[in-house]
Nanobody, 119 residues
Framework: QVQLVESGGGLVQAGGSLRLSCAAS????????MGWFRQAPGKEREFVAT????????DYADSVKGRFTISSDNAKNTVYLQMISLKPEDTAVYYC????????????WGQGTQVTVSS
């Protein structure tokens, strides 16, 4: 049973930083991709960042490029999202997800962690 458990969310002032973690279990993830998504109140869920487990392949939404960094720790089966220079518009529930390869669909999702950025 694949499980993804996010942590690290919270309340931060604009300009601050947070690091989200996603602990993964239940499969061998080395050939899978991991992604971060977010959903703000009243909006659809949107892509934030993705990586393969080697960290050689990464991609980011334009809105977070230069501020967010996705990384992975294979030994801990954990993916991170380091967020700096946070803005009020980054406020959302952040979800991690996994998919079987670059072209696959995300098939498992975590429960989400709330990030609130105050102005």
């Amino acid at each position: 049973q694949v499980q993804l458990v996010e942590s690290g969310g919270g309340l931060v002032q604009a300009g601050g930083s947070l690091r989200l973690s996603c602990a993964a279990s239940g499969r061998t993830f080395s050939s899978y991709y991991m992604g971060w998504f977010r959903q703000a109140p009243g909006k659809e869920r949107e892509f934030v960042a993705t990586t393969d487990w080697s960290g050689r392949v990464t991609d980011y939404a334009d809105s977070v490029k230069g501020r967010f960094t996705i990384s992975s720790d294979n030994a801990k089966n954990t993916v991170y999202l380091q967020m700096i220079s946070l803005k009020p518009e980054d406020t959302a529930v952040y979800y991690c997800a996994t998919k079987p390869g670059a072209g696959g669909k995300y098939d498992y999702w975590g429960q989400g962690t709330q990030v609130t950025v105050s102005s």
